[in-house]
């Protein structure tokens, strides 16, 4: 009897072992190339999903949830959400592409919100042009925030220092007696920032002085020094603009700054 029900017992293991037997298919991985090709520079909609996966798109503005990260480093609409949009598409050399992304606060009008405060956050993204479709190769959502009243950035450029390749942003600001225009530079690698400068910068009413003894303005202009031993070397030269307290009487002098590229291409002040 024991027997026959250890024999019993066995039979059953074996075909419940057969039953459940699994079959070891091909492991399947994600690739991560296929998640940010796209096929043209026009197809908004997919440069929108690659790099903000948006709950939905409306009029070429991507709406998207944004993380804790995000809430402290980007502008949030009245919705709770990030209103993203294609700002600019650069080209840096051949086959290579920036694009930039332009992220606002909307009402839930759909108007920009545009306190004196208020500036849009740039994101950007790195773009490779190969066998007919366009990879996406780097992307940061929190490049820059520029401007004010809800408008953005002045001017954009791609400017060559020695050996490197920067982005140039230039960007203009207005509060109370003051006004400033700033230009900031970032390398294409991790969109460092290297450098930046106010090219103009005034303080007080320039039309009456009598009351406001301290104006005074400066404009600089920036020069790339090219030399054997300091090739990336940068000279801002200029003409600082001031009252005289005393005759009430403008007065004009020379300033010159030197900045100097460190081991890692980042501009520092140099007094020497």
């Not at 592409?97 to 740039?122: E, M, Q, T, W």
Request: include cysteine; aromatic fraction near 14%.
């Amino acid at each position: 009897m024991k027997k026959l029900l250890l024999c019993l017992l066995l039979v059953t293991l074996i075909f419940s072992c057969r039953k459940h037997k699994t079959v070891n298919s091909p492991a399947t991985y994600f690739s991560r190339d296929t998640s940010i090709v796209f096929h043209s520079l026009g197809d908004t909609d997919s440069i929108l999903n690659i790099c903000f996966s948006p709950l939905r798109i409306l009029k070429k503005i991507a709406i998207w949830k944004p993380t804790l990260d995000d809430i402290f480093n980007l502008p949030i609409s009245d919705d709770g959400l990030v209103h993203s949009k294609i700002d600019t598409i650069l080209k840096v050399k051949e086959d290579n592409y920036l694009i930039l992304f332009r992220s606002d606060a909307y009402h839930n009008s759909g108007k920009i919100i545009d306190c004196h405060v208020c500036s849009p956050v740039y994101s950007i993204a790195t773009i490779k042009h190969q066998n007919n479709q366009y990879a996406i190769t780097n992307f940061k959502k929190d490049l820059i925030a520029a401007g004010n009243f809800g408008n953005g950035y002045d001017t954009l450029k791609i400017e060559n220092f020695g050996k490197y390749q920067l982005l140039r942003i230039s960007s203009g600001y207005t509060g109370t007696s003051n006004n400033t225009m700033t230009n900031t530079f970032f390398e294409l690698n991790n969109y460092t920032q290297v450098f930046h400068y106010n090219s103009y910068q005034s303080f007080g009413d320039s039309t009456d002085y009598d009351f406001n003894p301290n104006y005074y303005e400066v404009e600089l202009n920036l020069y790339h020094i090219v030399s054997k031993t300091n090739a990336d070397d940068i000279e801002l030269r200029g003409i600082k603009t001031s009252f005289g307290t005393k005759r009430k009487s403008i007065k004009k002098q020379k300033v010159t700054e030197f900045y100097r590229a460190n081991d890692y291409g980042i501009y520092q002040r140099a007094f020497n």
